[in-house]
Structures are given as structure tokens and as C-alpha cells.
């Protein structure tokens, strides 16, 4: 079970620390990857890392602002935004796959329930 959190109403160009904690002791042999999905649009790639935080991936929207980290012994992923843009805000959801790197949503087989982000300009 995935359970994001973190999000919350910022400026324009303000931060935030989004957190996917996880249960089972499973959860470090998964890629975890963050998702966001902005109103009347599709659900589209943020970032992903692999199962020992080794290797990360990200959109290229994203890249240089975003940083995703992992902490094996709490079971959790983080998803630094920082210079957030009108355009950030969307429900971030994070999700577990078997695979790295995915970009598309059909490889990740659990997702949390989603945290929503607002950026006020």
C-alpha cells in the first residue's frame, strides 16, 4: 500500500517535499515513480527511481526543478518540486513497478491515492 502526501498550496516559484510511504517490506524491490494529473488532462510522467535509489529518471518539464530520492530503511520516496510553474499543479500520485525506468502508467502495478498541488502565481 502506497500513501502520498506533502502536497499543498504554494507561489509560484515556492517548494515543496512530496512523500510516498509504503508498507510491506517488499517495497525495495520495486521502482517507485511519481505521476501527476492536472484537471481535463491525461495522467502523465513525472519521475522514477530505481529500487536502490541508484538511478533516476525524469521528464524533461521537470528536469533541473524535481528531485526524487529514496530512503530504503523508512520505505519512503521523495519527490523535491522546487520553482514550482502554474504549470506543476496537478495530483501527484506515486506508484510501484517492477521496472526502470517506466514512463508509462501500464508498468506500475500499485498506486497511491494522490496528494494535490496547487501553485498560486
Same mark, same amino acid.
Given at each position: 500500500? $502506497?500513501?502520498?502526501s506533502g502536497g499543498g498550496l504554494v507561489q509560484a516559484g515556492g517548494s515543496l517535499r512530496l512523500s510516498c510511504a509504503a508498507s510491506g517490506r517488499t517495497f525495495s524491490t520495486y521502482a517507485v515513480g511519481w505521476f501527476r494529473q492536472a484537471p481535463g488532462k491525461e495522467r502523465e510522467f513525472v519521475s522514477t527511481i530505481s529500487r536502490t535509489g541508484g538511478f533516476t529518471f525524469y521528464a524533461n518539464s521537470v528536469k533541473g526543478r524535481? =528531485?526524487?530520492?529514496r530512503d530504503i530503511a523508512k520505505n519512503t520516496v521523495y $519527490?523535491?518540486?522546487? +520553482? $514550482?510553474?502554474?504549470?506543476? /499543479? /496537478?495530483?501527484? !500520485?506515486c506508484a510501484a513497478s517492477t521496472s526502470f525506468? /517506466? =514512463?508509462i502508467s =501500464?508498468? !506500475? +502495478? !500499485?498506486w497511491g491515492q494522490g496528494t494535490l498541488v496547487t501553485v498560486s502565481s
Open positions: 500500500q $502506497l500513501q502520498a524535481f =528531485t526524487i530520492s $519527490l523535491q518540486v522546487n +520553482n $514550482l510553474k502554474d504549470e506543476d /499543479a /496537478a495530483v501527484y !500520485y525506468p /517506466a =514512463t =501500464t508498468r !506500475y +502495478n !500499485y
